[in-house]
């Protein structure tokens, strides 16, 4: 069953260093999500992408943070000077065209350790 | 903003039913679904329900949905260990491509 990939599962960086998680969606899929979950705290919508450009975005998703779809199967988010407080799991999803119900597919997560 | 919440740990014995509830703040929500993260892996789609529904039953798992109190409910029967997991209440409040709102999870642990 085709599935959502995520690398690095973990990930552990320095404050102020830039880091770029990495997202295989389901191939014939069209739209795009990273969410958080910040340890303890709910799961929280970042960014959703769609046809080469971000569709929605809240308000955790600042100038630090970029979402890019580099070639025809990845999807990758950077956050170019990490903070403390963007340790968390980062969860990638992806979504067919076609699902009316809004069903969107995760990945496993990247823990992601700021030091 | 849209808000749901969520008890966060339940514990039931083997052959036991579950039941797990949320709430949720936006009546507007059209669908509301039911996610299960099991140890290292992604978030696993469950079971979902229109919100023009009441209730719907997929074998083990019925979702009862109250709109009048914006309640939902998991109910799992014949609760196996297997199902040891943490469950996530989420809604969207529109269709189409729409970020998913989610509770912070309620963790079943199922005894033996």
């Known amino acids: 069953e085709p599935e959502v990939t995520q690398t690095p599962s973990h990930q552990v960086t320095q404050m102020g260093q830039e880091v770029i998680l990495r997202c295989v969606p389901i191939?014939?899929?069209?739209?795009f999500y990273w969410y958080r979950q910040i340890l303890g705290q709910k799961v929280e919508f970042l960014v959703s992408?769609?046809?080469?450009?971000?569709?929605?975005k809240s308000e955790i998703f600042d100038d630090q943070f970029s979402v890019e779809r580099p070639d025809g199967s990845n999807f990758t988010l950077k956050i170019r000077s990490t903070k403390l407080e963007d340790s968390a799991m980062y969860f990638c999803?992806?979504?067919?065209?076609?699902?009316?119900?809004?069903?969107?597919?995760f990945g496993p997560g990247t823990r992601l350790t700021v030091l | 903003g849209e808000d749901v919440e969520q008890s966060l740990f339940l514990s039931v014995r083997e052959g036991d039913s579950s039941v797990i509830n949320c709430t949720y703040t936006?009546?507007?929500?059209?669908?509301l679904y039911w996610y299960k993260q099991e140890p290292g892996a992604g978030l696993q789609l469950l079971t979902y329900?229109?919100?023009?529904?009441d209730m719907k039953q997929d074998q083990r798992l019925t979702v009862l949905l109250n709109k009048k109190d914006k309640h939902l409910s998991l109910r799992i029967a014949d609760t196996q260990t297997g199902d040891s997991a943490i469950y996530f209440c989420?809604?969207?409040?529109?269709?189409?491509?729409?970020?998913?709102?989610f509770g912070k999870g309620t963790r079943l642990s199922v005894i033996a």
């Open positions: 191939s014939n899929h069209l739209y």
């Open positions: 989420a809604e969207s409040t529109r269709s189409g491509n729409t970020p998913l709102v």
């Open positions: 329900i229109f919100s023009n529904m």
């Open positions: 936006d009546s507007s929500s059209t669908y």
């Open positions: 992408f769609y046809n080469n450009e971000i569709s929605e």
């Open positions: 999803a992806s979504r067919a065209r076609t699902s009316g119900h809004n069903e969107q597919f």
